[in-house]
């Protein structure tokens, strides 16, 4: 049996530009977290001539090659693997659809557990860059590679995405008191919306491809907002990197119709209200989570508790993609 595990993320600063269609042009930054929330692939052999592959729903199929599920019958064929005679199967402690990059997480953790299936070593870069390019450039998903390697790597990252494809990665220079002040004071909460990131971003990607000057000035300045980020946090300034959440999610919405709406925005207010100092939406936009940074945590809570909404407490995840049994 081989258990892998993925985590899941939260973007920091600078999330949107590490789309092709405007790092390919130029050049994109961001800061990732990972938290200790995950989906798993479990694979084993069946003992049977078929594969059988479980998540949603159940595939038996007598090759990889014949399978719906385009990511799983895409990583075997980037690995060179037919499946014949494995089961698989996925989970996750947060459904897809809610802003904290799990496709990206599925990729990576599902890539782990073939490469181990395998005997073979993969590097975090490596695992990341074939996760890209599975959903990419073989699905041509209209979509970032943040989720992808912050799943590999871990931790509280700095991205850089650079014109010819390539991606620099190094830990966000933290003290031990910002990072745990920082650990203790994020909330997440549900807003009770799923969506697609792709639907989401392919507006984005479409403006951006056919340099539609308000995105690409939108997209200049969240990356700007990124570098201003990182220098907030390494510095310890955790009220300036507040606003700049604030400024980050009042400028994110201008880039599409579909990136919030009156009841996400009603909760936002009564978040800032209520002992809230910055927040934003997490993920392409359109649903998901909402995260907050609050010192009174306990009137924040109450007040989204009293208005419906879920809270999912978190801490940082420091350990990637890995194998959790082989």
């Excluded at 927040?279 to 649903?287: D, E, Q, S």
């Amino acid at each position: 049996m081989i258990i892998a595990r993925s985590p899941l993320r939260v973007t920091l600063g600078g999330g949107g530009t590490d789309l092709p269609s405007y790092y390919e042009k130029f050049g994109g930054f961001l800061i990732a977290a990972a938290i200790d929330r995950y989906v798993y692939i479990t694979l084993h052999e069946n003992f049977r001539p078929d594969l059988i592959v479980k998540y949603s729903r159940l595939e038996r199929v007598s090759e990889a090659g014949e399978l719906e599920h385009p990511i799983i019958r895409e990583a075997f064929a980037l690995l060179g693997m037919d499946g014949r005679g494995l089961e698989l199967a996925s989970m996750a402690d947060i459904p897809a659809g809610t802003g904290l990059g799990s496709s990206g997480s599925f990729t990576t953790a599902l890539l782990k557990a073939l490469h181990t299936h395998k005997n073979s070593l993969v590097h975090p870069a490596e695992l990341a860059a074939q996760a890209c390019e599975i959903e990419l450039v073989r699905l041509k998903e209209p979509i970032g590679k943040q989720d992808q390697y912050i799943a590999a790597y871990g931790g509280i990252t700095c991205f850089k995405f650079l014109e010819n494809g390539e991606v620099e990665a190094w830990p966000l220079k933290l003290s031990r008191e910002t990072r745990d002040n920082l650990e203790d004071n994020l909330l997440l909460f549900f807003t009770g919306y799923s969506r697609s990131a792709s639907a989401i971003l392919k507006e984005q990607d479409q403006k951006s491809k056919q340099d539609d000057q308000a995105m690409i000035e939108n997209l200049h300045f969240t990356k700007e907002l990124g570098l201003q980020s990182q220098r907030a946090l390494e510095n310890g300034d955790l009220h300036e990197f507040t606003r700049l959440m604030d400024v980050h999610w009042q400028r994110k919405k201008q880039r599409s119709g579909g990136m919030s709406n009156p009841k996400i925005n009603e909760w936002y207010d009564l978040a800032m209200a209520s002992g809230a100092l910055g927040g934003k939406l997490i993920g392409a936009g359109g649903g998901g989570f909402l995260m907050f940074y609050a010192e009174d945590k306990a009137k924040l809570r109450h007040a989204l508790r009293q208005a419906g909404l879920k809270e999912v407490r978190f801490r940082f995840d420091f350990e990637g993609t890995k194998l959790v049994i082989s």
